[in-house]
């Protein structure tokens, strides 16, 4: 765990390094901005699909990586795999994923390999209807990256893509609904995204009430506490907790005289 935690460091270090090097690099916010979901890619299978295909029912958690990365693209794979374990909603169920390659030379047959060794990692029946890995034209994928925000850059000399680390989460309907920057991602923050993300039509009540006492904050991509709401639910619970005392308390005074 600690040399997971040791590359992630240094992969994150070198992407901010290729990111000053590079200046048209980085990770916008599109928030609401709709996907064009009639771009087209080919599955695993080698098959000409098209984006929509993906969406309408669940939530959509997007990656673009590729799938020669010598490092970061890896961690960031792995981040997530990470936090899909953790998570009780299931993949292909509650949610679906959608990873990208961005490198244009990568085929169907790598992407299918990619595919097998992470749901083979994940463990959980019908994942593989629910974890897709597409490759596509440069036309497709530069305008997939351009909808939600996500700017990379070939680096000649050596070889590789500069890129920014992170994922997005998408409603049903294919609209921006939440970043997650990095390499490791929180799975509460991963859960809430993906509640909101699906209109509430997924999740438990608890959901809700960590909804009405957490709220995204766009600058770091995570869940912060809304001091205001727990203060309210704070009352709200005492003021509970007093009026069931005072209702104990007069019931026993009223046994003690009868």
């Not at 901010?16 to 979901?37: C, I, M, S, Y």
């Not at 098959?47 to 997007?62: D, E, S």
């Not at 727990?230 to 907790?241: I, K, N, P, Q, S």
Request: some cysteine.
């Amino acid at each position: 765990m600690r040399l997971t935690v040791v590359l992630a460091a240094f992969a994150v270090s070198l992407a901010q390094a290729e990111t000053a090097a590079l200046g048209g690099v980085g990770f916008d916010q599109r928030l609401n901005e709709q996907v064009p979901l009639e771009l087209e890619f080919r599955n695993e299978a080698g098959t000409r699909v098209a984006l929509g295909r993906y969406f309408g029912k669940r939530p959509v958690v997007l990656s673009l990586v590729y799938y020669n990365c010598p490092m970061l693209c890896t961690l960031t794979l792995n981040g997530m795999l990470r936090a899909f374990r953790a998570l009780s909603f299931d993949i292909g169920s509650q949610y679906e994923v959608v990873t990208v390659s961005i490198d244009p030379r990568e085929t169907p047959a790598l992407a299918a390999v990619k595919k097998r060794s992470y749901i083979e990692s994940y463990r959980r029946p019908g994942a593989e209807r629910g974890w897709h890995f597409l490759t596509g034209e440069r036309k497709s994928i530069e305008a997939l990256a351009h909808s939600v925000g996500f700017r990379y850059a070939y680096d000649a000399a050596s070889g590789q893509f500069a890129h920014a680390t992170g994922i997005v989460v998408l409603t049903p309907e294919g609209r921006v609904a939440r970043y997650h920057y990095g390499v490791e991602f929180s799975p509460r923050d991963l859960r809430l995204s993906l509640v909101e993300a699906a209109a509430n039509r997924i999740g438990s009540p608890v959901d809700q009430v960590l909804l009405f006492c957490f709220a995204y904050d766009p600058a770091t991509g995570k869940y912060g506490a809304v001091v205001m709401n727990l203060l309210r639910a704070g009352a709200v619970a005492t003021l509970m907790a007093v009026g069931g005392l005072v209702l104990i308390l007069l019931r026993r005074e009223r046994r003690s005289r009868t």
